[in-house]
């Protein structure tokens, strides 16, 4: 399997977190995998982008990730930390 892509960083970004709007660090990767697949089956070529926001202490809080098949299907994934216990927010 043979991936390759790039990230880039977008610097802070305000996030709400438990009714509180703190500082997150905004991340995006683009990236293209590619998989010969075994004696020829299963084979396949993803492209997909990645936007993500963390904050300091928790980890991340979101995510949107939009990746294509080379068949041409999509699909779109959107994660969003609801709650947590345990950990404590870093001032950056």
């Known amino acids: 399997?043979?991936?390759?892509?790039?990230?880039?960083?977008?610097?802070?970004?305000?996030?709400?977190?438990d009714g509180v709007e703190v500082p997150g660090y905004r991340l995006t990767n683009t990236y293209?995998?590619?998989?010969?697949?075994?004696?020829?089956?299963g084979a396949f070529v993803r492209e997909g982008y990645i936007d993500q926001v963390y904050v300091?202490?928790?980890?991340?809080?979101t995510e949107s990730h939009t990746a294509t098949f080379d068949n041409g299907?999509?699909?779109?994934?959107?994660?969003?930390?609801?709650?947590?216990t345990g950990l404590a927010r870093v001032e950056p």
């Open 73 to 84: 299907n999509t699909y779109d994934l959107s994660k969003t930390l609801t709650s947590y």
């Open 56 to 61: 300091a202490g928790i980890g991340l809080v």
């Open 32 to 41: 293209t995998i590619t998989y010969a697949g075994f004696l020829g089956t």
């Open 1 to 17: 399997m043979n991936s390759k892509g790039t990230y880039v960083e977008l610097n802070e970004v305000t996030v709400v977190l």
